[in-house]
């Protein structure tokens, strides 16, 4: 990739842009006149003891394989690097120069292992050379003072070890904040001294779900696993020295299952139940008693022991309240106090664990569902379900760390999913992650402060080792940690600097994806003919991409792609990018199906939620029939809210067959339409019922509708799908709006 090898300048003064690998991209880069040579051994100058210094010490040696040690003074003929503090230097800032020394000042050791990070960078962009560029580089993180990843360790258990490298990761990017999910339905995975059964009972689980949710299988192998509080101590302090805290989430008052498994008096029921080894939601919640709030207050006072971070998590997300209703005590504590309902309850019941934490120093915080029934007066916020949850809690004038599923769950597929490893679903790539902005339009000026920043979310319900771990975090960690520290370039221009920053992971041998390399399809913008006007883009843009219509496999000699093309009817686009005559990429594949329906115009009556809106009601007739596993994309997603589309042929015609699809990922609180129907008409205004259908039958048709009608003439064809009002009982979401995703309308 020749072309992505960019010289550094060396004109004094000369401002460095896009000429790096730097990963965030720092605030101010500057090349001088010069460059310093270096040999396989260094000398780290300071003046007193210092961890960074022992820190850069260790990972040059380690990792790069060179001499290096800590001295109080530079040795003749030794290359060396000074690490001062300069109390002129502002806070979160580094200055680092590269001259006949190399020096990193900072106003504290924080500012000095900022500083150490992008030198690594530097050094490893230039080990090749033997030779550093004389530079200046002053640098700041922004305003966002939550710069995060998370990690959930009760899916899937991972050694003391390996979490100790996930902080290494959020290091090398100048992240800030751990969220270490310890607690869940599967896996109780912190050692509590007063309650052995958590991790004698809690910790293990009979077996564990195998493949899709849908398949409801297992593998009946006891798994598990935990943390004792020795190795905790150990992870905290590690973090410590990289400037990192940790933010625990002990579970509350939902994905309780393990803890109740281990105690079953703090359930509604008082029955013995097993540590859960399915995915989802369940009913089986924490019963709001006192012998319940003992019991959490003690599990709280040993995590705050281990744990010195100022805010503790306490979940707060997808509580079921079909115990809670059936519970005499519960409904007691409703009239008591008041309250309006079981939403209620769960805001009395954060409120009193708010106020336990409070009386020790320490604050709340929770995912969005903490708002339901009233938000705890100290409580910060973490906003997943979308931007909504982070707005109206900023709009109240409470701290909110945002997390939107779309654009920070590392969970999801982040290429293709043909050539990716089994994901939980969704698309969210390293393009989406980059284009991620944490404060939201709606906010004013004044509400904006309240927006703390960010995290990266990486739920593990299919992530089974390390291994897979890294290559769902990285290089999508890269384009977060610039979204927070504050200055991004276009990402095409980050995409190049990500390139080049790969060298860097090899060398650390981290198993990053390298889906970027992918090309990638769109279908634009129906413009009323009957036909699909497509795209193709690579790592390079077009340039090098070749592609086939017939199905069989692109090569150097296959069509050259130059820029858009239009199919009038259904084809297999297959692409792949080649660089020097060499595939680059693994092979994109599309089904493109042209309908009478294809590329005319839609109208919805209802319409779809802002983050699964596609490219809006033309989404349903782009000649594209949606994937399940990337319902982020290709989809409509309605949340309570019916289907009802209308299909404007564009002149009156026979018509014999509507085909529709729906998504049942009921996990995901995406439920199958109760009935759905097929309307035509000639004029727009007057239509006749032509086909019905209920749930049942579209749950033998897998949620893939083929509609067979008698033939008659008809302009306007409406497709209606009803609903799930309201989540029912015994499915995760329970009570909550159901969500109803359709895709592609086509009409023959």
Same mark, same amino acid.
Request: hydrophobic share 35%.
């Given at each position: 990739?020749?072309?992505?090898?960019?010289?550094?300048?060396?004109?004094?003064?000369?401002?460095?842009?896009?000429?790096?690998? =730097?990963?965030?991209?720092?605030?101010?880069?500057?090349?001088?006149?010069?460059?310093?040579?270096?040999?396989?051994?260094?000398?780290?100058?300071?003046?007193?003891?210092?961890?960074?210094?022992?820190?850069?010490?260790?990972?040059?040696?380690?990792?790069?394989?060179?001499?290096?040690?800590?001295?109080?003074?530079?040795?003749?003929?030794?290359?060396?690097?000074?690490?001062?503090?300069?109390?002129?230097?502002?806070?979160?800032?580094?200055?680092?120069?590269?001259?006949?020394? !190399?020096?990193?000042?900072?106003?504290?050791?924080?500012?000095?292992?900022?500083?150490?990070?992008?030198?690594?960078?530097?050094?490893?962009?230039?080990?090749?050379?033997?030779?550093?560029?004389?530079?200046?580089?002053?640098?700041?993180?922004?305003?966002?003072?939550?710069?995060? *990843?998370? =990690?959930?360790?009760?899916?899937?258990?991972?050694?003391?070890?390996?979490?100790?490298?996930?902080?290494?990761?959020?290091?090398?990017?100048?992240?800030?904040?751990?969220?270490?999910?310890?607690?869940?339905?599967?896996?109780?995975?912190?050692? !509590?001294?007063?309650?052995?059964?958590?991790?004698?009972?809690?910790?293990?689980?009979?077996?564990? #779900?195998?493949?899709?949710?849908?398949?409801?299988?297992?593998?009946?192998?006891?798994?598990?696993?935990?943390?004792?509080?020795?190795?905790?101590?150990?992870?905290?302090?590690?973090?410590?020295?990289?400037?990192?805290?940790?933010?625990?989430?002990?579970? #509350?008052?939902?994905?309780?299952?393990?803890?109740?498994?281990?105690?079953?008096?703090?359930?509604?029921?008082?029955?013995?139940?097993?540590?859960?080894?399915?995915?989802?939601?369940?009913?089986?919640?924490?019963?709001?008693?006192?012998?319940?709030?003992?019991? =959490?207050?003690?599990?709280?006072?040993?995590?705050?022991?281990?744990?010195?971070?100022?805010?503790?998590?306490?979940?707060?997300?997808?509580?079921?309240?079909?115990?809670?209703?059936?519970?005499?005590?519960?409904?007691?504590?409703?009239?008591?106090?008041?309250?309006?309902?079981?939403?209620?309850?769960?805001?009395?019941?954060?409120?009193?664990?708010?106020?336990?934490?409070?009386?020790?120093?320490?604050?709340?915080?929770?995912?969005?569902?903490?708002?339901?029934?009233?938000?705890?007066?100290?409580?910060?916020?973490?906003?997943?379900?979308?931007?909504?949850?982070?707005?109206?809690?900023?709009?109240?004038?409470?701290?909110?760390? *945002?997390?939107?599923?779309?654009?920070?769950?590392?969970?999801?597929?982040?290429?293709?999913?043909?050539?990716?490893?089994?994901?939980?679903?969704?698309?969210?790539?390293?393009?989406?992650?980059?284009?991620?902005?944490?404060?939201?339009?709606?906010?004013?000026?004044?509400?904006?402060?309240?927006?703390?920043?960010?995290?990266?979310?990486?739920?593990?319900?299919?992530?089974?080792?390390?291994?897979?771990?890294?290559?769902?975090?990285?290089?999508? !960690?890269?384009?977060?940690?610039?979204?927070?520290?504050?200055?991004?370039?276009?990402?095409?221009?980050?995409?190049?600097?990500?390139?080049?920053?790969?060298?860097? =992971?090899?060398?650390?041998?981290?198993?990053?994806?390298?889906?970027?390399?992918?090309?990638?399809?769109?279908?634009?913008?129906?413009?009323?003919?009957?036909?699909?006007?497509?795209?193709?883009?690579?790592?390079?843009?077009?340039?090098?991409?070749?592609?086939?219509?017939?199905?069989?496999?692109?090569?150097?000699?296959?069509?050259?792609?130059?820029?858009?093309?239009?199919?009038?009817?259904?084809?297999?686009?297959?692409?792949?990018?080649?660089?020097?005559?060499?595939?680059?990429?693994?092979?994109?594949?599309?089904?493109?199906?042209?309908?009478?329906?294809?590329?005319?115009?839609?109208?919805?009556?209802?319409?779809?939620?802002?983050?699964?809106?596609? #490219?809006?009601?033309?989404?349903?007739?782009?000649?594209?029939?949606?994937?399940?596993?990337?319902?982020?994309?290709?989809?409509?997603?309605?949340?309570?809210?019916?289907?009802?589309?209308?299909?404007?042929?564009?002149?009156?015609?026979?018509?014999?067959?509507?085909?529709?699809?729906?998504?049942?990922?009921?996990?995901?609180?995406?439920?199958?339409?109760?009935?759905?129907?097929?309307?035509?008409?000639?004029?727009?205004?007057?239509?006749?019922?032509?086909?019905?259908?209920?749930?049942?039958?579209?749950?033998?048709?897998?949620?893939?509708?083929?509609?067979?009608?008698?033939?008659?003439?008809?302009?306007?064809?409406?497709? #209606?799908?009803?609903?799930?009002?309201?989540?029912?009982?015994?499915?995760?979401?329970?009570?909550?709006?159901?969500?109803?995703?359709?895709?592609?309308?086509?009409?023959?």
């Amino acid at each position: 990739m020749l072309r992505y090898l960019f010289l550094l300048f060396a004109l004094s003064g000369q401002v460095l842009s896009a000429q790096n690998a =730097l990963i965030p991209q720092p605030k101010s880069l500057k090349i001088n006149n010069g460059t310093l040579p270096f040999s396989k051994q260094w000398t780290i100058v300071v003046d007193q003891k210092s961890k960074e210094a022992v820190y850069l010490k260790d990972f040059l040696n380690e990792k790069f394989k060179w001499k290096t040690n800590v001295a109080k003074q530079a040795i003749t003929g030794i290359p060396a690097i000074y690490l001062k503090l300069n109390k002129n230097i502002p806070e979160n800032a580094y200055k680092l120069t590269i001259a006949k020394t !190399i020096s990193i000042e900072a106003r504290n050791e924080k500012g000095v292992f900022f500083g150490i990070q992008t030198l690594i960078q530097l050094l490893n962009e230039n080990d090749d050379k033997g030779k550093l560029p004389f530079l200046t580089i002053d640098d700041q993180a922004g305003d966002f003072s939550w710069r995060g *990843m998370h =990690l959930d360790c009760s899916r899937h258990f991972f050694s003391a070890d390996f979490v100790k490298k996930y902080i290494d990761f959020i290091a090398m990017y100048k992240m800030n904040s751990f969220h270490w999910h310890l607690t869940d339905d599967q896996g109780w995975r912190i050692e !509590i001294k007063k309650y052995p059964k958590l991790t004698s009972v809690g910790a293990w689980r009979s077996g564990s #779900m195998i493949g899709a949710y849908s398949n409801q299988e297992f593998d009946n192998k006891k798994y598990g696993g935990y943390y004792t509080q020795k190795e905790i101590k150990e992870i905290v302090q590690y973090a410590k020295d990289r400037h990192i805290t940790i933010v625990p989430e002990i579970e #509350m008052p939902g994905h309780a299952v393990a803890a109740i498994a281990s105690y079953p008096e703090l359930g509604c029921s008082g029955k013995q139940i097993d540590v859960e080894k399915k995915w989802g939601v369940f009913e089986d919640v924490f019963c709001p008693k006192d012998e319940t709030f003992t019991f =959490l207050e003690n599990v709280l006072t040993e995590v705050m022991d281990l744990f010195p971070s100022k805010i503790i998590h306490i979940g707060g997300d997808e509580c079921p309240k079909e115990s809670w209703k059936k519970c005499a005590h519960c409904q007691d504590l409703i009239k008591k106090y008041n309250l309006k309902d079981e939403h209620g309850l769960q805001s009395y019941f954060i409120q009193r664990i708010e106020k336990f934490l409070n009386s020790k120093g320490r604050n709340i915080i929770g995912w969005d569902e903490i708002l339901e029934g009233g938000l705890a007066p100290n409580a910060a916020v973490m906003s997943w379900r979308g931007f909504e949850g982070g707005i109206e809690a900023a709009k109240q004038h409470h701290p909110v760390v *945002m997390t939107p599923g779309d654009y920070c769950y590392f969970d999801h597929y982040q290429g293709n999913p043909i050539n990716e490893p089994f994901a939980f679903g969704g698309n969210t790539t390293v393009e989406k992650v980059y284009s991620f902005n944490p404060i939201p339009k709606e906010l004013t000026i004044e509400e904006k402060p309240y927006i703390l920043g960010a995290q990266a979310n990486l739920w593990t319900e299919y992530i089974l080792d390390s291994k897979h771990v890294e290559y769902m975090v990285f290089p999508r !960690i890269a384009a977060l940690s610039e979204v927070l520290w504050g200055k991004k370039s276009s990402y095409d221009e980050f995409q190049k600097r990500l390139f080049n920053h790969f060298s860097l =992971l090899d060398r650390l041998g981290i198993n990053y994806s390298k889906a970027i390399y992918e090309v990638v399809g769109k279908s634009q913008l129906p413009n009323g003919k009957n036909a699909v006007t497509y795209s193709l883009k690579g790592f390079d843009g077009a340039n090098g991409i070749y592609y086939t219509l017939d199905g069989t496999l692109p090569s150097v000699h296959s069509t050259p792609y130059t820029g858009t093309f239009t199919l009038d009817k259904s084809a297999t686009v297959q692409a792949i990018y080649f660089e020097q005559g060499k595939e680059k990429s693994k092979v994109f594949t599309q089904d493109i199906f042209v309908s009478k329906a294809t590329g005319k115009k839609v109208n919805l009556e209802f319409q779809p939620k802002e983050k699964y809106s596609g #490219m809006g009601a033309q989404t349903l007739t782009d000649g594209i029939v949606g994937d399940p596993a990337k319902f982020g994309t290709d989809w409509l997603g309605f949340s309570g809210d019916n289907l009802v589309a209308t299909v404007d042929l564009g002149q009156i015609m026979t018509i014999a067959q509507v085909k529709i699809n729906f998504i049942k990922s009921n996990e995901n609180w995406i439920h199958l339409p109760q009935k759905v129907s097929v309307w035509v008409s000639k004029d727009g205004t007057n239509f006749n019922l032509v086909q019905e259908v209920n749930q049942s039958y579209v749950a033998k048709q897998l949620g893939k509708l083929n509609l067979q009608i008698k033939p008659q003439e008809a302009r306007y064809v409406k497709v #209606m799908a009803e609903n799930t009002t309201k989540i029912p009982s015994g499915f995760a979401g329970a009570g909550y709006p159901a969500w109803l995703f359709v895709d592609e309308i086509q009409v023959d």
